[in-house]
């Protein structure tokens, strides 16, 4: 299965419309929210599957607020990643897609294109078309999967190069330490 993994469009979809009649045998477009109404848009105009979860600026706040796609690797945890925090670290979302039995989480929100492995799930973010936050022309991803495995990359709008390389995320404990040593009352 080939997929078209965007996050972020905030109503802005002319760069995704341009990127997509560049692209070959999509079989599904993944939105990961900030404007879910782009995803049933998109849906609508494209007549092609958009699997799409609501963001943080779609009023979604629970922790409900995901979806888990089985594919020929495995299962896929889909969300945008407010509720598990990811702009300030990816140990939440990785411990979901765990819980899931997902051999890769999807998600959003920070802007920001990552794709990572880490003790065998994936961890990708396809940035932003619309509102890029690192200094490119926006990105998006391409996923893959088969019975073989899961591969894939980030791919910058208007063939940007920009060095995708990226740390593995440390994943780790410490929440109450930073509790303590953040916290004036102790």
Known sequence: MKLFVISDTHGELNKVYEVYKTLTSIDAIIHLGDYFQD????????GIDVISVKGNMDGSYSQSDFKILTTECGKLYLSHGHMENVKMKY???????????CVAALFGHTHKPVFS??????????????????????????VNTSPEGIQGSIVYYGGEKKNTASKT???????????LNYSDRF
């Open 39 to 46: 995803a049933e848009e998109l849906k609508s105009n494209l």
């Open 91 to 101: 140990q939440n979302i990785f411990y979901r897609a765990e819980e899931e039995g």
């Open 117 to 142: 492995e880490f003790n065998g799930i994936y961890l990708i973010n396809p940035g932003s078309l619309s509102l890029p936050a690192d200094g490119t022309k926006g990105s998006y991803a391409i």
């Open 169 to 179: 995320p440390k994943v780790q404990g410490g929440y109450i330490r930073s509790l």
